[in-house]
Nanobody, 124 residues
Framework: QVQLVESGGGLVQAGGSLRLSCAASLRTFSTCAMGWFRQAPGKEREFVAGVTWNGGKTLYADSVKGRFTISRDNAKNTVYLQMNSLKPEDTAVYYC?????????????????WGQGTQVTVSS
């Protein structure tokens, strides 16, 4: 059974930092692209960041470019999202997802596996 488990969320003041982790019990993790998405109350789920299977290419939403960094450790089956200079509008539930194609996308469509999410709240 595939499981993606996010951790590292919490409450932080504006300007602060958080590091999210997503541990995957997925035998093919090293060949999957990984992505982070988020969903704020009353809004649709949106793409945040993605990384290809080998970490060679990353992709970011314009709203987080320069502030967030996605990385992965295939030896640990884990993907990370370092979030700096957080803003109140970053408040959302953050989800990690796995795309078996390995290529990654800013669309949710190719991502077959999803975690349960971790709450990030940024106070002003």
């Amino acid at each position: 059974q595939v499981q993606l488990v996010e951790s590292g969320g919490g409450l932080v003041q504006a300007g602060g930092s958080l590091r999210l982790s997503c541990a995957a019990s997925l035998r093919t993790f090293s060949t999957c692209a990984m992505g982070w998405f988020r969903q704020a109350p009353g809004k649709e789920r949106e793409f945040v960041a993605g990384v290809t299977w080998n970490g060679g290419k990353t992709l970011y939403a314009d709203s987080v470019k320069g502030r967030f960094t996605i990385s992965r450790d295939n030896a640990k089956n884990t993907v990370y999202l370092q979030m700096n200079s957080l803003k109140p509008e970053d408040t959302a539930v953050y989800y990690c997802a796995a795309d078996p194609s390995g290529l990654g996308s800013n669309s949710a469509y190719p991502y077959d596996y999803w975690g349960q999410g971790t709450q990030v709240t940024v106070s002003s």
